[in-house]
């Protein structure tokens, strides 16, 4: 039979799947182009629900404690409408983002006592690295005239994230990468940071979050009036669980 510590360290090891799906309520702010025409993209967080058409979003993780891997998806579909020189301007962008990465815990000192799952209350460094793929598909209509474009990209990426447990049932967590050199953009960021509750809901694991993230994304895809080009800010809060499996 393990001894307690053994037991409890082979425990901290074992893998564990983690799946959070949230909800994104990210404003748009920035530029984009396609076939010569350009507009502003503005859309405030006050006008999410009426601009969004359809959005789905969500997080897999797999981890044993020490080293991780991920995917982070995100399926976005707005429209909007202004007036330029008495012409009514139609911008609908399909915005599809997946992001995998791996993570390893460089870092790591133990605060005392344990969270509410059992394991202990921890101060955490974790460098990143992945790809993160994006899709564009762009329609803009001027009056009789409709131009469209789909385009996407694959940006490298290096970051870190960072865990603190504030006690048994709290939890501060935030992550920053860096990307695109001219890979896929020409310069990616994206950064995001949650208070976190932990609970037992039907003695499963779960944590519920609430924080803010941004994306900014700086696509060119050249000189030519056929290419697109995107430079847009995703930001905003954010809200969701995590279920510990």
């Known amino acids: 039979m393990l001894g307690a510590t053994e037991a409890e360290i082979q425990d901290q090891q074992r893998w564990r799947v983690i799946f959070s799906p949230y909800v994104w309520g990210a404003s748009l702010n920035g530029t984009a182009g396609v076939l ?45 409408d202004e007036d330029i020189l008495d012409n009514e301007l139609a911008l609908q962008v399909i915005n599809t983002t997946l992001a995998a990465g791996a993570y390893y815990r460089v870092y790591e000192q133990e ?24 899709q564009i598909d762009a ?21 870190a994230r960072m865990i603190y447990d504030i006690d048994d049932r709290w939890n501060f967590a935030a992550e920053a990468d860096i990307g695109g050199f001219g890979a896929g953009t020409d310069f990616s960021a994206h950064g995001q940071a949650y208070l976190g509750y ?27 009036v056929s290419d697109f080009k995107y430079r847009v800010t995703q930001h905003g809060p954010v809200v969701g669980l995590s279920i510990t499996f």
Do not use: C
Not at 40 to 56: A, Q, S, T, W, Y
Not at 111 to 134: K, M, S
Not at 139 to 159: H, N
């Open 198 to 224: 932990r609970t037992m809901i039907r003695d499963v694991p779960t944590m519920f979050r609430v924080g803010y993230r941004v994306l900014y994304q700086d696509y060119d895809g050249g000189d030519n």
């Open 139 to 159: 329609k803009v209509e001027v009056g009789p005239m409709t131009a469209r474009r789909k385009v996407q990209w694959t940006d490298p990426f290096i970051g």
């Open 111 to 134: 605060l005392g006592g344990a969270t509410l799952f059992g394991r202990p209350r921890v101060f955490a460094i974790e460098p990143t690295l992945g790809v993160r793929w994006t």
């Open 36 to 80: 010569g025409y350009s507009t502003d993209v503005r859309m405030p967080f006050h006008e999410i629900f009426k601009n969004l058409d359809v959005g789905l979003m969500g997080n897999l993780e797999v981890t044993n404690g020490t080293f991780g891997v991920y995917v982070d998806g995100q399926y976005v579909k707005t429209s909007q």
